[in-house]
């Protein structure tokens, strides 16, 4: 453990017991996972996750999106509690070991370092906790640099369903002053280096590649029209499922697009839609193909009386 990362990690606000782990493998071997945190330790950083199991064959996956450090924020960051509440399934929020690194790094996409490799460690504790709570069906969420996690660690999974939020599809692609800092902190690449030249020998960081070829789960893709992101991110991430951007909802083959008008700029959907959505998600008792080949969400909100949207303008 570094001194980083005692200084900078704190359970106390989360109010759940903490079960520690000395490493992955022993994580992995765990015969049994109680609720609470489990602080995997990865040497140098932890891979914090807070667990909260149901009686239910789906598991929801929460990851975040960008923090912003100061020093009364301690680590863990775990999002997803509050627009979760109330459903049915587990619940598995992911908080970024990749933070642990730095005390001034906020956003590093889940995605490790040169020699913290996230990307092949964090499938291996998904698996293990699916395989342990004996969920059939795995729904990853996330919003902005958390939803290119979602989209990523879904081709890890056996029946999974990717749910990214104004996603980044390339890490190279997002704002230069955060892709730098990570860049720097995390690959070394110099001040006047080409961060994806430092991404390259070590990670994925442009999913609109890796999703050309290999495994590429459902994809439930929601995104602000009035967001940069869609030049970006969007327009070349739909070029791998024969598409392209029009503004409205839009399905393909294992995809669908839900585009709304949410407010200029990086904003998100309204909190009520992403709990009506995450409510359907988990119920649905057919495969993710053709659960996305029915999905209207926009009438399907219209139409939840519960939802808190739309629905009470008639």
């Given at each position: 453990?570094?001194?980083?990362?005692?200084?900078?990690?704190?359970?106390?606000?989360?109010?759940?017991?903490?079960?520690?782990?000395?490493?992955?493998?022993?994580?992995?071997?765990?015969?049994?996972?109680?609720?609470?945190?489990?602080?995997v330790d990865l040497g140098g950083a932890y891979l914090d996750m807070l667990l909260e199991s149901a009686d239910s064959d789906a598991l929801l996956v929460f990851f975040n999106g960008a923090v912003q450090r100061?020093?009364?924020?301690?680590?863990?960051?775990?999002?997803?509690?509050?627009?979760?509440?109330?459903?049915?399934?587990?619940?598995?929020?992911?908080?970024?070991?990749?933070?642990?690194?730095?005390?001034?790094?906020?956003?590093?996409?889940?995605?490790?370092?040169?020699?913290?490799?996230?990307?092949?460690?964090?499938?291996?504790?998904?698996?293990?906790?699916?395989?342990?709570?004996?969920?059939?069906?795995?729904?990853?969420?996330?919003?902005?640099?958390?939803?290119?996690?979602?989209?990523?660690?879904?081709?890890?999974?056996?029946?999974?369903?990717?749910?990214?939020?104004?996603?980044?599809?390339?890490?190279?692609?997002?704002?230069?002053?955060?892709?730098?800092?990570?860049?720097?902190?995390?690959?070394?690449?110099?001040?006047?280096?080409?961060?994806?030249?430092?991404?390259?020998?070590?990670?994925?960081?442009?999913?609109?590649?890796?999703?050309?070829?290999?495994?590429?789960?459902?994809?439930?893709?929601?995104?602000?029209?009035?967001?940069?992101?869609?030049?970006?991110?969007?327009?070349?991430?739909?070029?791998?499922?024969?598409?392209?951007?029009?503004?409205?909802?839009?399905?393909?083959?294992?995809?669908?697009?839900?585009?709304?008008?949410?407010?200029?700029?990086?904003?998100?959907?309204?909190?009520?839609?992403?709990?009506?959505?995450?409510?359907?998600?988990?119920?649905?008792?057919?495969?993710?193909?053709?659960?996305?080949?029915?999905?209207?969400?926009?009438?399907?909100?219209?139409?939840?009386?519960?939802?808190?949207?739309?629905?009470?303008?008639?």
């Open positions: 453990m570094t001194r980083a990362s005692r200084q900078i990690r704190c359970f106390e606000r989360w109010r759940r017991p903490v079960l520690s782990h000395e490493s992955l493998a022993a994580f992995e071997d765990a015969s049994t996972l109680p609720d609470g945190i489990h602080a100061t020093p009364e924020l301690t680590l863990p960051v775990f999002s997803g509690l509050q627009v979760s509440a109330g459903l049915s399934c587990s619940r598995l929020l992911v908080s970024d070991p990749t933070l642990c690194l730095h005390p001034e790094l906020g956003l590093a996409w889940y995605s490790g370092s040169r020699w913290l490799h996230v990307q092949t460690l964090l499938p291996r504790a998904l698996r293990k906790v699916v395989a342990t709570l004996g969920v059939k069906r795995t729904l990853l969420y996330g919003t902005s640099g958390g939803g290119f996690a979602s989209l990523l660690y879904g081709r890890s999974l056996d029946n999974a369903l990717s749910i990214a939020v104004n996603p980044q599809t390339s890490i190279g692609r997002y704002v230069q002053r955060f892709v730098r800092s990570y860049a720097e902190t995390c690959f070394g690449c110099p001040p006047e280096g080409a961060p994806e030249e430092a991404f390259a020998p070590h990670i994925q960081h442009d999913l609109c590649v890796t999703f050309r070829t290999g495994p590429r789960p459902p994809v439930l893709y929601l995104q602000n029209r009035l967001d940069w992101h869609v030049r970006a991110h969007v327009k070349p991430f739909l070029v791998n499922f024969g598409v392209e951007w029009t503004g409205e909802d839009l399905r393909a083959p294992g995809l669908y697009v839900h585009s709304g008008r949410w407010g200029e700029g990086h904003r998100a959907p309204p909190v009520a839609l992403v709990a009506h959505l995450l409510r359907e998600a988990t119920r649905w008792a057919h495969g993710w193909h053709e659960a996305l080949a029915e999905l209207d969400l926009a009438r399907s909100w219209l139409c939840d009386p519960g939802s808190g949207g739309p629905s009470g303008v008639a």
